[in-house]
């Protein structure tokens, strides 16, 4: 069985980098599709993007240059990179095997503040 | 980018009610998925490729449509089925969520 675990610190500063980490167990990050969701308070939810089994990647629009997706395939975890941040990037970020059916992690909530 | 409207946003049925929620995409989309969310965990698979239900998801769950609409029934609500669901499209990049529609147990 698939489970995913993100990491990360909680508070982050505006203008600094959120970086997150996602580790797997029970399933090859070699396989598949992997990335990352956020759900803003509120409730709307935002697909950010993803990094392939192949190591290509493929980002949503609306983040621009800002966002990053890498992958250590040895500890078999990806991670995210979310550069120049803003009080609006406060969410809750879930990280997902993107296949068929989407398998989610438990969600760090992250909040970007002075 | 494909936009995906719920509705209702809200509603509450009663134990043994049929419940359907809509998700209406601004282009057709080949396929329609539903997660349900339960406040404070994460989501959760329920319906794939538009009508597949999710490991261990009651058969009193079903999923249907085409094109720009689609649907999420319970035919009988049951007080665990009270939680927010989503629709989600995968036809097109980038992927996009509906807004949610939560249920409530009247």
């Known amino acids: 069985e698939v489970q995913l675990q993100e990491s990360g610190p909680g508070l982050v500063k505006p203008s600094q980098s959120l970086s997150l980490t996602c580790s797997v167990t029970g399933y090859s990050i070699t396989s598949n599709y992997w990335g990352w969701i956020r759900k803003f308070p509120g409730n709307k939810m935002e697909w950010m993007g993803y990094?392939?089994?192949?190591?290509?990647?493929s980002y949503n629009p609306s983040l621009k240059s800002r966002i990053s997706i890498t992958r250590d395939t040895s500890k078999n975890q990806f991670f995210l990179q979310l550069n120049s941040v803003t009080t609006e990037d406060t969410a809750t970020y879930y990280c997902?095997?993107?296949?068929?059916?989407?398998?989610w992690g438990q969600g760090v909530m992250v909040t970007v503040s002075s | 980018e494909i936009v995906l409207t719920q509705s209702p946003t809200t509603m509450a049925a009663s134990p043994g009610e049929k419940v359907t929620i809509t998700c209406r995409a601004s282009?057709?989309?080949?396929?329609m998925h539903w997660f349900q969310q339960k406040s404070g965990t994460s989501p959760k698979p329920w319906i794939y490729?538009?009508?597949k239900l999710a490991s261990g998801v009651p058969d009193r769950f079903s999923g249907s449509g085409s094109g720009t609409s689609y649907s999420l029934t319970i035919s009988s609500m049951e007080a665990e089925d009270a939680a927010t669901y989503y629709c989600?499209?995968?036809?097109?990049?980038?992927?996009?969520f509906g807004g949610g529609t939560k249920l409530e147990l009247k």
């Open positions: 490729d538009t009508s």
């Open positions: 989600l499209q995968r036809s097109s990049y980038p992927r996009t």
């Open positions: 997902a095997r993107m296949g068929t059916v989407y398998y």
């Open positions: 282009s057709s989309v080949s396929y």
């Open positions: 990094i392939s089994y192949s190591g290509s990647t």
